[in-house]
């Protein structure tokens, strides 16, 4: 069974561009979370998506939004890059019904200049 | 507002012995708590789950404790060895599907 694939692994963005974000979760996975990861304030939630609906909204700006499609892949896009936005940035599948483990991805590692 | 602690950033111990990390948390009704594996440059891998209702959990070296009256988890590992190094995050739950992860301890264990 393949694993949580997060595309792309490594991008740089310069301040104000913007960028979006790409998640494949386990097949049959109807659950999809984001988290922001940086060494200061570790994992930060950002959203969660289930059924192409968002069921759970983290404390971020409006700058930070995603969408999830029939097929249950998962993307999230940041306009307006700002330095600070510079984290890992982490995908999260799961069945989605019953609470239970989150399964993660490798993480697109987002560099800001 | 709502907290989830880690008790500290890094803990050293040497091989062999039992390395305990605690998540104290605050302002939060858990139903389920987790227990994540980070390595550098990776995603957390699931660990282990306990129920709010739940005491203890075991599996294989690792032992997680859940008290809803401190507030607080403990997690285990005994007989540690150096491929326990890694980054060990706690991850609260609530009935509406909310996950919420702690900062984390670094775990450094040595031979």
């Known amino acids: 069974k393949a694993g949580v694939t997060q595309t792309p692994r490594y991008l740089i963005k310069t301040r104000g561009q913007q960028v979006t974000l790409s998640c494949s979760p386990i097949?049959?996975?109807?659950?999809v979370s984001w988290y922001q990861q940086t060494p200061g304030q570790g994992l930060q939630f950002l959203f969660e998506y289930f059924s192409e609906t968002q069921r759970n909204k983290g404390n971020f700006p409006g700058r930070f939004s995603g969408r999830q499609f029939s097929n249950s892949r998962s993307e999230m896009n940041v306009s307006t890059l700002e330095l600070g936005d510079s984290a890992l940035y982490l995908c999260?599948?799961?069945?989605?019904?019953?609470?239970?483990?989150?399964?993660f991805g490798e993480g697109s590692r987002l560099t800001v200049l | 507002s709502q907290k989830i602690e880690q008790n500290s950033e890094a803990l050293n111990i040497q091989e062999g012995k039992t390395a305990t990390l605690t998540c104290n948390y605050t302002n939060y009704s858990p139903a389920y708590l987790q227990w994540y594996r980070q390595d550098p440059g990776r995603g957390p891998v699931f660990l282990l789950l306990i129920r709010e209702n739940e005491k203890e959990k075991r599996k294989e070296r690792l032992k997680v404790t859940f008290d809803t009256t401190l507030k607080q988890s403990l997690f285990h590992i005994t007989a540690s060895q150096p491929a326990d190094s890694a980054t060990y995050l706690c991850?609260?739950?609530?009935?509406?599907?909310?996950?919420?992860f702690g900062a984390g301890t670094r775990l450094t264990v040595k031979p």
């Open positions: 999260a599948s799961s069945p989605g019904t019953n609470t239970g483990e989150l399964f």
């Open positions: 991850a609260l739950e609530d009935n509406n599907n909310d996950m919420r």
């Open positions: 097949s049959g996975h109807r659950s």
